[in-house]
């Protein structure tokens, strides 16, 4: 499913079932709530970046700043952020990254670093990617799989591969976001990369709505046997498409990650203000919560909290 199909529909009143108060709260989080690390993060600033994929997302086309990002998650004790790269019009790759490191360096807000947007295939990568060598900001880079004029099997090409292979010698992770039908290629390209770290988002982009996951299953699963790759639990929601759901709904594409990456290898994201699309920040927080909340403390810990802190080394 390519991000124009995924967003269809989007300025569809959201009609998910639940509502902030219907959802039950573990122990822990019924008067001050667990501290959260949030490692998907957006904001778009419409007067600043060109982002062409909102012409299909007429709910998203407008800007979505760290004060709204801050009143969303008023309440939740959202401590620390990772910004995702919004797949801004190339040419502003490297005005988007320096953006976002100004406003990490600031320190006025809780985004402490960012997996910044590049092409691992372009002519000029090489160069592009070692300005952000040793970063204290820049943990990382995605380039969307999953748009319509990507081909299925472009990861796998030699100067994409070749590309990947130089974020591992600058000590920068990949964060994978790509069709469900194409996760075999994602354990491939891990293999073919040997020394670069992997954060596969959005669980491989299961659909809440797919009847049939068995295919996803397996690739998920296949995925998960490399070691140097990680499970963010993200994203879905956004998937329901503005149609009623409740937890349960979500419960076996979150409970099989956890089966086969186990609870070292999982971590949260938060994938606002695309999880709109299905929910309200909050609702997304307490869908998990809600979801994990008969596992022990210290795995729910590292889920919304020290995986994160490993994973894209937050200081």
């Given at each position: 499913m390519d991000r124009r199909s995924f967003l269809k529909g989007t300025s569809a009143v959201l009609a998910a079932r639940l509502t902030d108060s219907s959802m039950p709260t573990t122990h822990a989080a019924a008067n001050t709530p667990?501290?959260?690390?949030?490692?998907?993060?957006?904001?778009?600033?419409?007067?600043?970046?060109r982002l062409p994929w909102l012409k299909g997302a007429p709910g998203l086309a407008h800007s979505y700043l760290m004060d709204d990002y801050l009143k969303a998650t008023q309440g939740l004790n959202v401590i620390k952020s990772i910004y995702m790269e919004v797949d801004v019009d190339p040419a502003q790759h490297l005005e988007e990254a320096d953006w976002v490191v100004h406003v990490c360096q600031r320190g006025d807000s809780p985004m402490v670093g960012a997996v910044i947007g590049g092409r691992p295939a372009s002519e000029g990568f090489a160069e592009y990617i070692k300005r952000f060598h040793g970063s204290a900001y820049v943990k990382g880079l995605r380039q969307v799989l999953h748009t319509p004029e990507t081909p299925a099997g472009f990861c796998l090409s030699d100067r994409?591969?070749?590309?990947?292979?130089?974020?591992g010698e600058h000590g920068l992770n990949y964060d994978l976001c790509m069709r469900p039908t194409e996760l075999h290629d994602a354990a491939k390209l891990i293999d073919l990369c040997p020394d670069t770290s992997f954060i596969l988002d959005h669980c491989g982009n299961a659909d809440v709505l797919d009847k049939d996951r068995t295919?996803?299953?397996?690739?998920?699963?296949?995925?998960?046997?490399?070691?140097?790759v990680v499970c963010k639990v993200?994203?879905?929601?956004?998937?329901?498409?503005?149609?009623?759901?409740?937890?349960?709904?979500?419960?076996?594409i979150v409970n099989h990650v956890y089966d086969v990456f186990g609870p070292d290898r999982v971590l949260f994201g938060g994938d606002w203000p695309v999880c709109t699309l299905g929910a309200t920040y909050r609702q997304w927080v307490q869908a998990l919560r809600t979801i994990?909340?008969?596992r022990s403390a210290a795995e729910q810990r590292k889920l919304f909290h020290d995986n994160a802190i490993r994973v894209y080394r937050i200081v």
């Open positions: 667990s501290p959260i690390i949030d490692t998907h993060q957006h904001l778009w600033d419409l007067g600043k970046f994409f591969v070749n590309g990947i292979r130089l974020l295919a996803w299953r397996a690739a998920i699963a296949e995925v998960a046997r490399r070691q140097r993200s994203g879905i929601v956004a998937s329901t498409k503005g149609r009623p759901w409740v937890a349960d709904d979500l419960a076996p994990v909340h008969e």
